[in-house]
């Protein structure tokens, strides 16, 4: 919890002050200085960027990596919740575990842990030399996304994409269950 409210103070910080007090004297004086669009303009950018420096910030709080830091702004910009959230989580939650599985022989150890809490993106450079890799990753993530819509399993933006790592996606998922 206290990395997610410290995320969000720091992207609050980032997004919104500038807008805040550089904003509103620019607007104040932009009659008499109108070159000085370009400020209020740019604040303006700023603040309507904080979903997604919300995203950022809250998945740094958690170490994420520059790549998972981006499933998460890029759903908390969204606004990615509820079902689609929950299917995100078991979309990860299955390409991690289907990693892990497959390369139990060719990986150390430590790498299929690592797939296991949900770190499939230490792959990319696979993915990229042998592209077939996926197929099975996503066929394994398309049949978990369709339970997740059977079976309502829900998340909120923050959690989308989290997977199993900090088991952010399984509390959230836990939560939003009758009686959770």
């Known amino acids: 919890m206290m990395n997610v ?10 997004a919104l002050i500038p807008s805040a007090l550089l904003g509103e004297l620019t607007k104040a004086i ?13 604040t303006t950018i ?3 960027l904080l979903p997604a420096i919300i995203g950022l910030a809250v998945a740094m ?5 520059i790549l998972e830091a981006g499933t998460i702004a890029i759903a908390t910009a969204i606004s990615l919740s509820g079902v689609a959230a929950g299917a995100a989580n078991l979309g990860v939650v ?4 289907g990693l892990a ?3 139990w022989q060719a990986n150390a150890t430590g790498t299929s842990i690592a797939h296991f809490l949900g770190s499939p ?10 592209p077939i890799m996926m197929l099975p990753i996503l066929a394994n993530a398309a049949i978990l996304g369709a339970l997740a819509g059977i079976l309502k399993i829900e998340g909120t933006p923050i959690s989308a ?4 790592s900090g088991l952010i996606g399984p509390v959230n998922a836990l939560h939003f269950m009758p009686g959770g």
């Open 46 to 48: 700023a603040m309507r």
């Open 161 to 164: 994409g989290f997977g199993v």
């Open 121 to 130: 993106k230490i792959q990319m450079a696979n993915f990229v030399r042998r």
């Open 30 to 42: 932009l009659p008499y200085f109108p070159s000085l669009q370009f400020i209020l303009d740019a």
């Open 94 to 97: 299955a390409a991690g575990f």
């Open 61 to 65: 709080q958690f170490g994420r990596s």
């Open 5 to 14: 409210l410290n995320g969000l103070s720091m992207a609050i910080l980032i």
């Open 101 to 103: 599985i497959a390369g």
